[in-house]
């Protein structure tokens, strides 16, 4: 009789949990599957966002077509390229932070939330901030100049190719450093105390400590960061596409989804848009689940 009511009351809660997930699940399915499942479909045809006629069935011609398109091979590039720039620092230098925040008594709440502002600001609203700064007669270069000695030298932060790229690697590194130290410091935080009062009564320095206890429970929050990092970085768009609207040069900066938004709002080719979209998905749905696989092998323990 135990095990049957014990059996009976699992099931309720069973039903019960559907029935407060079923509204989310809806929801979800109606704002990320039908988009996703509607774009895959879209792919495999020829429409023009102008046009009345009815879209033509084109199979994989819209993906042959990228493979074959030297415009979207430099978006491809122009993204690793911004990834690769921003990733390692991002990660490195939270991690850094984290360390440096918790190693002091005084102050660590402040601290967080000092670089945790800027990551509260929308995209658009940080990129017009370092519009400003980037401006020839803006903080940029006054602090270029003050730096190495100058006097009225522009650094043409927004027009040449490896300045321009640079400009928004720094926005993007400026924005998202505080939120990423924040996780380091919630993981930093977790491992208990009396581990690293072992370690330096056994005569460990603080580099010892660090790089034999810390660092080697942090590997589920480095995965996690490093994975949201190169998400992140994959999906950027917005500093790229106000850069590109105040005047820019769009070839170096050309990512994935500025490409995408140029190919279906500016040139009207909504099936080749979202044959890049799809692609996009692709990638980062494989590091998500890259993400997952990982954290389940990298569980450590305290004990």
Same mark, same amino acid.
């Given at each position: 009789?135990?095990?049957?009511?014990?059996?009976?009351?699992?099931?309720?809660?069973?039903?019960?949990?559907?029935?407060?997930?079923?509204?989310?699940?809806?929801?979800?399915?109606? #704002?990320?599957?039908?988009?996703?499942?509607?774009?895959?479909?879209?792919?495999?045809?020829?429409?023009?966002?102008?046009?009345?006629?009815?879209?033509?069935?084109?199979?994989?011609?819209?993906?042959?077509?990228?493979?074959?398109?030297?415009?979207?091979?430099?978006?491809?590039?122009? $993204?690793?390229?911004?990834?690769?720039?921003?990733?390692?620092?991002?990660?490195?230098?939270?991690?850094?932070?984290?360390?440096?925040?918790?190693?002091?008594?005084? #102050?660590?709440?402040?601290?967080?939330?000092? =670089?945790?502002?800027?990551?509260?600001?929308?995209?658009?609203?940080?990129?017009?901030?370092?519009? &400003?700064?980037? *401006?020839?007669? /803006?903080?940029?270069?006054?602090?270029?100049?003050?730096? @190495?000695?100058?006097?009225?030298?522009?650094?043409?932060? @927004?027009?040449?190719?490896?300045?321009?790229?640079?400009?928004?690697?720094?926005?993007? =590194?400026?924005?998202?450093?505080?939120?990423?130290?924040?996780?380091?410091?919630?993981?930093?935080?977790?491992?208990?105390?009396?581990?690293?009062?072992?370690?330096?009564? *056994? /005569?460990?320095?603080?580099?010892?400590? #660090?790089?034999?206890?810390?660092?080697?429970?942090?590997?589920?929050?480095?995965?996690?960061?490093?994975?949201?990092?190169?998400?992140?970085?994959?999906?950027?768009?917005?500093?790229?596409?106000?850069?590109?609207?105040? /005047?820019?040069?769009?070839?170096?900066?050309?990512?994935?989804?500025?490409?995408?938004?140029?190919?279906?709002?500016? *040139?009207?080719?909504?099936?080749?848009?979202?044959?890049?979209?799809? &692609?996009?998905?692709?990638?980062?749905?494989? #590091? $998500?689940?890259?993400?997952?696989?990982?954290?389940?092998?990298? *569980?450590?323990?305290?004990?």
């Amino acid at each position: 009789m135990r095990r049957n009511k014990g059996f009976s009351m699992e099931r309720k809660k069973a039903r019960w949990g559907w029935v407060f997930v079923t509204p989310s699940l809806i929801l979800f399915s109606a #704002f990320s599957f039908y988009p996703i499942i509607n774009a895959f479909y879209e792919s495999f045809f020829n429409r023009n966002l102008l046009s009345l006629r009815p879209p033509s069935f084109v199979g994989w011609n819209n993906y042959t077509y990228l493979f074959r398109s030297r415009e979207f091979w430099l978006s491809v590039q122009n $993204t690793l390229i911004f990834t690769g720039g921003t990733f390692v620092p991002l990660v490195v230098f939270s991690l850094i932070l984290a360390i440096l925040i918790m190693s002091i008594s005084r #102050f660590q709440r402040f601290f967080q939330m000092a =670089f945790y502002s800027p990551a509260v600001l929308s995209s658009v609203v940080a990129a017009m901030i370092w519009l &400003l700064i980037f *401006d020839p007669r /803006g903080l940029a270069n006054q602090g270029m100049n003050a730096f @190495l000695g100058t006097t009225g030298v522009n650094y043409n932060w @927004l027009s040449t190719t490896g300045m321009l790229r640079l400009s928004t690697i720094i926005v993007y =590194f400026w924005k998202y450093i505080g939120y990423f130290t924040v996780m380091f410091v919630s993981g930093i935080g977790a491992i208990p105390h009396t581990l690293n009062e072992a370690a330096l009564i *056994d /005569g460990a320095n603080r580099w010892q400590l #660090f790089w034999h206890v810390t660092f080697p429970l942090l590997k589920p929050t480095t995965i996690l960061v490093s994975i949201m990092t190169m998400i992140q970085c994959l999906k950027t768009f917005s500093t790229q596409y106000m850069f590109t609207s105040a /005047g820019a040069p769009t070839r170096p900066i050309n990512v994935i989804t500025l490409n995408i938004y140029n190919t279906a709002i500016k *040139d009207y080719r909504i099936g080749r848009a979202t044959a890049m979209s799809i &692609l996009l998905f692709i990638v980062m749905f494989t #590091f $998500t689940w890259l993400q997952l696989r990982v954290s389940r092998t990298e *569980d450590v323990s305290y004990m």
